[in-house]
């Protein structure tokens, strides 16, 4: 389909400009009105690109009867006679902050068009329906491929989703209930997205409504709160006995906390601002996701396993995230404050850390770039899951190769592979070409199609004679680049097994590094925010397979700690000679003493050895990569 041919045309009214007949097209890409009075030369008075859009609804406060409606872009009221039909389409166009910067922000709009090309409602609005299901169509899959090609008689309105959302209305500010219904329902609502509203009451609610909830009544889970909810959430599912079906049910967010991490991991990602808007960029992305692999890092504690999506942090900068709760009602500027407190007494710390490097590590190396050596034969962990249901054979391989499947030939059983990519994920994110590039595919979810990332093609074979790797061995790839360490999940109901992890009472395997310091702060980072202002692992990705631990040691200037973390909003720290970033697929922490915080993805654990290892690929969010 050429991009800018015609697929339909029409006369309409404008509400926003009574008094006019306009000309709409249609294309694969644009909705485009002008004046009627104009020449088809004329350039179009109105475009709205099909990838900003959410929506597109029949208007259903007009009838046969005529009503008054109004456009909430224009502010204006129009009435309409009794044959119209008004067709609302929603949509969140960028905006340049201004004609000097390459930024942009995003802002809700709506465009009502009228037609009155019969006498009888009931057959202008045949005509509407028309119009809307193919808008929707159109724009569903310019979110995906902007070369959409199709027949447009064969254009289906996209299967309506019913969504769990979870609200905890006392996180950070308080204000999570308030921004649901000013501003995030109404957008749902627009999309034809339905919803529950859950407002929890107590700590750990969303953990129990996670381990009972019948999964296959809903599409998936959105979390309004901070980066806690999320947390209760994943370890909600974790926690069941059918944990490896129920983490593949997608979780979306809206940010209502303090520090609202994966919101904007997920813009920020998504190519979309971090800094503005928050609310109405992560409402939009939400409704124009795909479904996309997330890692965990299972995290193990002298008294509990758990699993974590963000980040373990210890020293300072737990001891910043933990002792600052006192001051929530600031929001993220607590975190400032109580940096600039706990850099005026700054602590020491002493412990024993120890990891599994991804490439070759000398701790005893001058600098940092020679410390690791990065062109060496690297590593990767993979999990294979054996599959015996029609619904686990879906192909949904990462756009970087973190998870595909497996087929054995005349059966339909299958291996299901998670796998660490030892290297960054994706390229350095160009803004501007990371709007326009997007990849599709379709998984099947409880008789709910929803996208997503397929386009690696490196899963595509099946495994050799249709075997498995056994369980925990270690190989190399068939290009003889990768040292590959394998587990192959259990499928029997248990919990996952830990298989990078010696007991925390046993010592760390032979191949692993250890350094013992002073330190003063070192963090297990999995995503690229911490929270806002706060780009602390700047290469990290959703799906990267891997854990970057940061570590400051002791011996810095209070002068150089400041400034090291006022680039922390750029991620340019990872520059300092100060900084440590090593690239690993598990560790450990052993602190000396008793007194101090450890905080994982922003909740306080017990003080004392910690450890942790990636699970690549294994949950789903709602976003765009």
Not at 219 to 240: P, T
Not at 419 to 424: A, F, G, H, I, L
């Amino acid at each position: 389909m050429e991009q800018n041919k015609v697929l339909l045309q029409g006369k309409f009214s404008v509400s926003s400009k009574p008094g006019k007949v306009y000309v709409v097209e249609l294309t694969n890409q644009f909705l485009k009105f002008q004046d009627a009075s104009c020449g088809r030369d004329t350039d179009a008075e109105g475009v709205i690109d099909l990838r900003d859009v959410i929506g597109c609804r029949i208007n259903a406060g007009v009838n046969k009867q005529g009503r008054s409606t109004s456009c909430t872009c224009m502010n204006s009221s129009v009435v309409v006679d009794r044959s119209e039909c008004l067709l609302s389409v929603y949509f969140c166009p960028k905006k340049k902050k201004n004609s000097l910067s390459q930024s942009y922000q995003r802002r809700h709009c709506t465009l009502t068009l009228g037609l009155s090309q019969y006498a009888d409602y009931n057959s202008n609005k045949t005509v509407c329906e028309k119009w809307r299901k193919i808008i929707l169509s159109l724009s569903t899959e310019n979110n995906n491929d902007i070369t959409f090609n199709t027949d447009i008689e064969s254009c289906e309105v996209p299967l309506p989703r019913k969504l769990l959302v979870l609200i905890n209305p006392f996180s950070g500010p308080g204000k999570a209930l308030q921004i649901f219904q000013n501003g995030v329902s109404h957008m749902l609502e627009e999309a034809d997205i339905s919803f529950k509203l859950v407002v929890t009451e107590h700590a750990g609610h969303a953990t129990e409504v996670m381990r009972s909830l019948d999964l296959s009544a809903w599409y998936g889970v959105v979390i309004v709160s901070g980066d806690g909810l999320i947390y209760e959430v994943i370890n909600g599912l974790m926690s069941r006995s059918d944990w490896e079906t129920a983490i593949n049910f997608p979780i979306g967010c809206i940010p209502g906390g303090s520090g609202n991490a994966l919101c904007l991991n997920i813009n920020y990602l998504a190519g979309e601002p971090v800094d503005l808007n928050p609310i109405l960029h992560s409402t939009f992305v939400l409704i124009k996701h795909r479904v996309i692999p997330m890692d965990l890092v299972l995290v193990q504690t002298q008294k509990t396993q758990l699993f974590s999506f963000l980040s373990i942090t210890w020293g300072l900068i737990a001891d910043i995230d933990f002792e600052s709760e006192r001051m929530r009602v600031l929001g993220a500027s607590r975190f400032t404050l109580y940096f600039i407190k706990r850099v005026l007494s700054l602590r020491k710390y002493r412990a024993k850390i120890s990891f599994l490097p991804v490439t070759p590590y000398d701790p005893d190396a001058k600098n940092q770039k020679e410390r690791v050596r990065k062109f060496s034969k690297p590593r990767r962990f993979t999990m294979i899951r054996n599959s015996t249901t029609q619904n686990n054979l879906s192909s949904s391989v990462c756009e970087n190769g973190v998870q595909g499947v497996y087929r054995r030939n005349g059966t339909a059983h299958s291996i299901q592979r998670f796998r660490s990519k030892s290297m960054p994920a994706v390229k350095d994110i160009d803004h501007d070409s990371q709007l326009t590039e997007d990849i599709s595919g379709f998984e099947e979810h409880d008789n709910v199609m929803f996208s997503v990332d397929d386009t690696d093609e490196c899963f595509s074979s099946s495994l050799p004679n249709g075997n498995p790797v056994k369980e925990d061995s270690t190989s190399t790839g068939s290009d003889n680049t990768f040292e590959e360490m394998v587990h192959t999940l259990s499928n029997d109901g248990q919990p996952i097994k830990a298989s990078l992890l010696s007991p925390l009472e046993e010592e760390v395997p032979s191949n692993w590094v250890t350094i013992e310091d002073e330190f003063i702060t070192a963090c297990a980072l999995y995503q690229p925010y911490l929270g806002p202002d706060n780009l602390a692992s700047p290469e990290s990705r959703l799906n990267d397979g891997q854990i970057h631990l940061l570590m400051i040691r002791s011996g810095i200037p209070k002068s150089a700690l400041v400034n090291l973390f006022l680039t922390f909003e750029t991620g340019d720290h990872v520059n300092s000679p100060y900084v440590e970033m090593v690239k690993v697929l598990a560790f450990r922490l052993e602190p000396s003493g008793t007194e101090g915080n450890i905080m994982v993805d922003g909740e306080h654990v017990d003080y004392g050895p910690i450890q942790g290892q990636v699970l690549p690929g294994i949950a789903r969010i709602m976003g765009v990569q």
